[in-house]
């Protein structure tokens, strides 16, 4: 073989070294992606005119992608909701609600942080939310700093997996499948993980009840007023969560359409709790048009980097060096999880899932798993299981985005190996998921089959 035999292995370490320089990756992205197209020119590897391939695929894939539509608006959704305040009395009413049950407020964050996930889908907004809120709260109520630490970070991060996940849309896009199959596909095992979380807490505080002592009787609300905090607090999310899931679940909108409806009920929502001020809104759309802008400049990056990468023969490299290494079909999947696992400790979630989607997804696609998984669901069960992993970007140093989010706004007494220490169950509890969905395929799949026809 020749040197231009492996421009694209030298193009995947180019990216991965000047990734970490921290300039911002969608000009790196471009960048390497440029840079190693004139160096194929100079191989007569790849021509000219293949630069005009890109500018077509930049909008057709992307500025003419009607699926991609839905970004803004979730993202829009959600800095409306975290602007309205409806957050800070969920968390109230969750609080009085499991006053004595063990670990009732790290319960409470639990339940918050799923609510949020199914109604924003942004985690910086809801680590940071959640931080503010709930861990001065927690400290004051005695609770040890590993788990409150813990528990919030991981909550926070339920956002990347649960529907309307923005992530789950780019990987919808990028695998050329149907977003609402892969939304509803991670419904059974984004409310799993969320489950996983609050049986460890419960376990946890009930063995070691000095870990989360409870709030006397004196301190919440009186009975006779629940009924109007749960009304209240609860009622509006859980209506916002409906108007979006339940118009996909119950085919009344497509997930383009459900965000819009999503937009529109926070609007709505904010507008109820007297929240939707001129100010308001503009720093609402100044924040959305920042964060969607930032999204689709890597878009337009990684669509550079991709098209390069393909035409120098990457996907044909990493094929031939799978088939060498004999794995069988689960030996691979093992490995392309292992990968991603350990790119989730440098690199931000939408870096992995731009790069490497593209390259594993025609691997995954050309493996067989027998009775184990139909071949029509592999590419929605990897996808679920890549995205279960990806969470785990978040939380593993030493770039753990949340991480960071929390240290930048957690009180000064809580030092990042806090933060460290309290993630590291919950890192484990995420691999257990993932290998739950990985045995059992239908925890994934079994919904899409009951109410999609695909």
């Known amino acids: 073989m020749y040197i231009e035999d492996y421009l694209p292995l030298f193009m995947f370490f180019a990216l991965a070294v000047l990734l970490f320089t921290g300039y911002p990756v969608g000009f790196v992205l471009g960048g390497v992606g440029l840079a190693f197209g004139f160096i194929g020119v100079l191989f007569d590897v790849f021509s000219v005119i293949e630069f005009f391939n890109i500018v077509s695929r930049i909008w057709g894939g992307i500025a003419d992608n009607l699926i991609l539509v839905a970004i803004p608006m979730f993202v829009f959704m959600g800095t409306m909701l975290e602007k309205s305040g409806a957050a800070e009395d969920l968390l109230h009413c969750l609080q009085v609600l499991l006053r004595r049950v063990p670990g ?53 991060t339920l956002g990347i997996l649960i529907p309307p996940s923005i992530m789950l849309v780019i990987m919808a896009d990028l695998l050329g499948r149907s977003v609402g199959v892969l939304f509803v596909a991670a419904v059974i095992p984004g409310f799993m993980l969320s489950g996983i979380y609050m049986f460890f807490i419960f376990s946890a505080c009930s063995l070691k009840p000095e870990m989360a ?13 629940l009924i109007l905090l749960v009304l209240k607090s609860f009622i509006p999310p859980l209506f916002l969560i409906f108007m979006v899931l339940g118009s996909i679940l119950f085919g009344w909108a497509t997930p383009t359409e459900a965000s819009g409806v999503g937009a529109f009920g926070a609007i709505i929502l904010a507008a109820a709790r ?33 098209y390069v990468f393909r035409s120098l023969g990457g996907d044909d490299l990493v094929i031939e060096f799978v088939e060498r290494m004999g794995f069988g079909p689960w030996g691979v999947l093992f490995l392309l999880m292992g990968i991603v696992f350990l790119l989730g400790f440098f690199f931000d979630w939408i870096e992995i899932t731009l790069i490497v989607l593209p390259v594993f997804a025609p691997i995954i696609e050309l493996l067989d798993f027998g009775d184990h998984i139909a071949q029509g669901d592999l590419v929605y069960w990897f996808a679920i299981l890549i995205a279960i992993n990806l969470q785990t970007s978040f939380l593993t140093p030493p770039f753990g985005f949340a991480l960071f989010y929390m240290k930048g706004v957690a009180p000064p007494g809580i030092k990042i190996q806090h933060i460290y220490v309290g993630i590291i169950p919950f890192v484990l509890l995420q691999l257990i998921g993932l290998v739950l969905v990985m045995a059992f395929p239908n925890l994934a799949m079994w919904l899409p089959h009951l109410i999609i026809d695909f």
């Open 104 to 156: 009732g407020l790290a319960l409470s964050v639990t339940v918050m942080g799923t609510i949020m996930a199914a109604t924003t889908g942004i985690i910086g907004a809801s680590v940071v939310m959640m931080t503010l809120m709930a861990l001065p709260v927690m400290l004051a109520r005695g609770y040890q700093k590993e788990l409150a630490t813990g528990t919030i970070a991981a909550s926070g």
């Open 274 to 306: 007297l929240r939707l001020t001129r100010k308001t809104l503009t720093d609402v759309v100044e924040r959305s048009a920042l964060t969607s802008a930032m999204i689709f400049f890597i878009f337009i990056g990684a669509t550079a980097f991709s």
């Open 213 to 225: 002592p409870s709030i006397s009787k004196s301190e919440a609300e009186e009975e006779g007023s």
